[in-house]
């Protein structure tokens, strides 16, 4: 695939994370069995990820904006232009040894995400999208499913953990959806749901309580790939709601129509 200059400086600073997650991942089994656990160290190595984007990013464009999840939020001189990038999307995986975590980094545009790179550095599998030139896994055209009925579909979720979301309403929304479908999964990387959707893996995908690195690159990744989203309200306000219905267009509206039954009891 033809890629831009901005999307190649992207893919390279998601490589460049990526290969050092890869190396302190090796770490952490080791870490497992000390009383202190692994838990400082996972942050820190959150935090040398989010610093290596940074570089990548603002060395090409320093005139950008950022907003990172360690480093939080700066305006760019540029006004137009904002990076969304987490650096360690599904650090409790990483934290407990399991390989589903990934380094996610979107390009905003005048409010509206333009394009999207996701590695999942374990599996050295690179999702990229630009807006108007389709999405791609390692160079491969990726395409939504193409079920059309939810008893047929494997649906991703997100479940609201320890002091965050709230748990009574998912509950009531697993209840709806898990009767109708084949499937549910819960994978715990937005990113990487996101990326799945776009590449058939799973038919549809639904959370809230999101912040917008988690899901700004997945977001076009999808839409790149003939899918559709929306907020679990019906509108187009993912990023500023947190929340997050997608799928192809049949299984995003079947799957929507199910969480909103929830408002019925």
């Known amino acids: 695939m ?40 996972v942050s820190q190595a959150d935090v040398k990820a989010e610093k290596i984007v940074r570089t990548e990013l603002m060395r090409a464009r320093p005139t950008y904006g950022f907003l990172g999840e360690e480093g939080g939020e700066e305006a760019g001189t540029d006004g137009q232009h904002r990076w969304i990038v987490d650096p360690l999307d599904g650090t409790t995986n990483f934290l407990h040894g399991i390989p589903q975590f990934a380094v996610s980094i979107a390009l905003e545009r005048s409010g509206e995400v333009v ?55 998912f509950l009531v929304e697993l209840r709806h959806v898990m009767g109708e479908v ?45 899918g559709f989203v929306s907020d679990t309200k019906g509108g187009q306000q993912c990023l500023e709601t947190g929340s997050v219905v997608a799928g192809n267009e049949m299984i995003r509206i079947a799957l929507f129509d199910q969480l909103q039954r929830r408002l019925e009891k």
């Open 2 to 41: 033809a890629r831009s200059a901005l999307l190649n400086v992207m893919v390279q600073a998601a490589l460049k994370a990526g290969r050092s997650l890869t190396r302190d991942f090796g770490e952490v089994q080791n870490l497992q069995v000390s009383i202190k656990g692994p838990a400082d160290f």
């Open 182 to 226: 084949a499937g549910i999964r819960r994978l715990g990387a937005a990113s990487l749901d996101l990326a799945y959707v776009a590449a058939g893996r799973l038919d549809g995908y639904w959370e809230e309580s999101l912040s917008a690195w988690d899901m700004a690159a997945g977001l076009i990744l999808v839409r790149e790939a003939g």
């Open 115 to 169: 394009a999207g790179v996701i590695f999942n550095p374990i599996l050295d599998e690179l999702y990229v999208a630009e807006k108007g030139g389709g999405a791609f896994c390692n160079d491969r055209r990726i395409r939504v499913s193409a079920r059309r009925n939810l008893a047929d579909a494997v649906i991703g979720c997100g479940v609201p953990h320890l002091g965050r979301g709230q748990h009574g309403k």
